[in-house]
């Protein structure tokens, strides 16, 4: 039986994000996800962790909404364990100030938004030791979908393969990671089908989900690790997980069932 092993979102973008029991689901992903940023203002783009050339410790940041399950405030919790509310006129001094740049909070997405990506030198990617400026979804701070979905057998396979490196679910930032008991890089062959959470919310898997420098980026107790993202290149295309649009809204929960719909 396929279920719902966890929930996860990022109320700012490429922040830690915070783990759910429970999550509305709507047209725009999980409730709450990715509804602000942090913009930089000299270059006009939107603040990521795929270039960690820029901004190195941008995961040191945590971002929870101030009120459950979801309200029009963050509260981001810095390195140094000080915490500013983004509704606090001294928001984008304290974060600027901390990140060493001009920044500036913002929860209305840009039309047309932009970041940087540095891409590693891995022999696999399309660019080699190169930042390229990348468009993101109009209107919205996700990068190319509004769902992220991860198998734990996926996890499985990429342990297995690369027994050293540490490939835990943040290190992938997905928002659902389904627990599955099939060998191997399962949800590769959901693209294009229909997956039924519980008994209200249902998804179209739409592409596999290419994966970045973020994923060998150091945060919190896990090291810097270039062959985390090597070893999905190597074996899997530099493929972790699925994108999904939302076709049917509702709610999911931790331990739902998830069915595969042809």
């Given at each position: 039986m396929i279920t719902v092993s966890s929930l996860w979102r990022y109320?700012?973008?490429?922040?830690?994000?915070e783990e759910l029991r429970a999550t509305g689901v709507n047209e725009k992903g999980l409730l709450g996800d990715r509804s602000s940023a942090l913009i930089d203002v000299e270059t006009g783009k939107i603040v990521s962790a795929k270039n960690p050339?820029?901004?190195?410790?941008?995961?040191?940041?945590?971002?929870?909404?101030?009120?459950?399950?979801?309200?029009?405030?963050v509260r981001i919790t810095l390195p140094d364990g000080s915490t500013v509310k983004s509704d606090d006129r001294r928001v984008n001094l304290i974060l600027s100030?901390?990140?060493?740049?001009?920044?500036?909070?913002?929860?209305?997405?840009?039309?047309?938004?932009?970041?940087?990506?540095?891409?590693?030198?891995?022999?696999?990617?399309?660019?080699?030791?190169?930042?390229?400026?990348?468009?993101?979804?109009?209107?919205?701070?996700?990068?190319?979908?509004?769902?992220?979905?991860?198998?734990?057998?996926?996890?499985?396979?990429?342990?297995?393969?690369?027994?050293?490196g540490r490939f835990e679910p943040r290190r992938f930032r997905p928002n659902i990671i389904v627990n599955t008991d099939q060998p191997g890089f399962v949800e590769n062959d959901w693209v294009g089908k229909i997956l039924k959470i519980g008994s209200e919310v249902q998804l179209k898997i739409t592409d596999l989900c290419p994966r970045c420098v973020m994923t060998t980026v150091s945060q919190g107790d896990l090291p810097k690790d270039t062959n985390i993202l090597r070893t999905a290149a190597q074996h899997n295309g530099a493929h972790v997980g699925v994108y999904a649009e939302v076709l049917s809204a509702g709610t999911i929960t931790c331990d739902d069932v998830v069915s595969i719909i042809d």
């Open positions: 109320p700012v973008k490429s922040m830690i994000g050339k820029r901004w190195s410790n941008i995961f040191s940041y945590h971002s929870r909404y101030e009120d459950f399950p979801y309200s029009n405030c100030e901390a990140l060493g740049r001009d920044v500036e909070f913002i929860s209305q997405a840009l039309s047309e938004p932009q970041l940087e990506e540095y891409w590693p030198d891995i022999a696999e990617l399309d660019n080699r030791d190169i930042v390229t400026d990348e468009d993101m979804q109009t209107g919205t701070f996700f990068d190319l979908a509004k769902i992220h979905l991860l198998t734990t057998s996926t996890l499985a396979a990429l342990r297995k393969l690369y027994p050293e």
